[in-house]
C-alpha cells in the first residue's frame, strides 16, 4: 500500500525558506508512471496546486510562485523535497504531498495526510 | 480566484440527489483535459473521487457519478448519506499555466 509522509518544520519566519520533505514508501519514486506533486492549502480556503517533479528530475511550477519554489527528488531515499523562499503570512497552509498519474488523466490519485505550515515571527 | 468555478455550498436532505457544478474554459475543461473530483472530510487530506470524468476509484460506492460537457463538469451523488458530508474539489489540467488546477471547493451539507 502507497504511503506518503510529509515532514519539516511546522513554524517558519517571514523572509525565510520553508522546506518540506515527502517520503514514499510502498513504491518507487522511479517509475515512469507518475509525477509527484505538492498542493497547500491555506485555513479555510480552497487547494493550490505549488508544482510538480518527475523522477527524472523535470519540474513544473504553479506560475503564480515559480519565482520562489524549488522542488526536487532523491531517488536514492525514494523522497521529494519542496523549498519555498521568501515566505509571508500568506504562506500559512496545510501542505500536502501526493502522487500523480503522468497519462493524459494527470489526477493526483494518492494523498499525505499534510502537515501544517504557520509562518509567524 | 480559482481558475476552475465552483458554487461555496450545496444542500440536500438524506436520500435526496445532489449536484456540484465544476466550471472552466477554452484551455482547461473545454479543451479537452479530463475533470477529477476529490472528496476532503473534516480534518482529513483530500481523496480521490472520480478521475477522468466518470470513473470510480475501487472502493468508492456507485452514488458518486461524474459528467463532463463542452467547459463544464458535474459531480453527482444519489441517495445522500450523513457520511457524505465533505468538501468537494474539481481538478483539470490547464494548457495556458501548463500546470494543474483547481475549483475552489464546495461544501456539501446534509440536512
Known amino acids: 500500500q502507497l504511503q506518503l509522509q510529509e515532514s519539516g518544520p511546522g513554524l517558519v519566519k517571514p523572509s525565510e525558506t520553508l522546506s518540506l520533505t515527502c517520503t514514499v514508501s510502498?513504491?518507487?519514486?522511479?517509475?515512469?508512471?507518475?509525477?509527484w506533486g505538492w498542493i497547500r492549502q491555506p485555513p479555510g480556503k480552497g487547494l493550490d496546486w505549488i508544482g510538480s517533479?518527475?523522477?527524472?528530475?523535470?519540474?513544473y511550477y504553479n506560475p503564480s510562485l515559480k519565482s520562489r519554489v524549488t522542488i526536487s527528488v532523491d531517488t536514492s531515499k525514494n523522497q521529494f523535497s519542496l523549498k519555498l523562499s521568501s515566505v509571508t503570512a500568506a504562506d500559512t497552509a496545510v501542505y500536502y504531498c501526493?502522487?500523480?498519474?503522468?497519462?493524459?488523466?494527470?489526477?493526483?490519485?494518492?494523498w499525505g495526510q499534510g502537515t501544517l505550515v504557520t509562518v509567524s515571527s | 480566484q480559482s481558475v476552475l468555478t465552483q458554487p461555496p455550498s450545496v444542500s440536500g436532505a438524506p436520500g435526496q440527489r445532489v449536484t456540484i457544478s465544476c466550471t472552466g474554459s477554452?484551455?482547461?475543461?473545454?479543451?479537452?483535459?479530463?475533470v477529477h473530483w476529490y472528496q476532503q472530510l473534516p480534518g482529513t487530506a483530500p481523496k480521490l473521487l472520480i478521475y477522468?470524468?466518470?470513473n470510480r476509484p475501487s472502493g468508492v460506492p456507485d452514488r458518486f457519478s461524474g459528467s463532463k460537457s463542452g467547459t463544464s463538469a458535474s459531480l453527482a451523488i444519489t441517495g445522500l448519506q450523513a457520511e457524505d458530508e465533505a468538501d468537494y474539489h474539481c481538478?483539470?489540467?490547464?494548457?495556458?499555466?501548463?500546470?494543474?488546477?483547481f475549483g475552489g471547493g464546495t461544501k456539501l451539507t446534509v440536512l
Open positions: 510502498g513504491g518507487s519514486i522511479s517509475s515512469s508512471s507518475y509525477y
Open positions: 477554452t484551455s482547461n475543461i473545454g479543451a479537452g483535459y479530463d
Open positions: 517533479v518527475y523522477y527524472s528530475g523535470s519540474t
Open positions: 481538478q483539470s489540467y490547464d494548457s495556458s499555466l501548463s500546470g494543474w488546477v
Open positions: 501526493a502522487r500523480v498519474i503522468a497519462s493524459a488523466g494527470k489526477y493526483f490519485q494518492r
Open positions: 477522468s470524468n466518470n
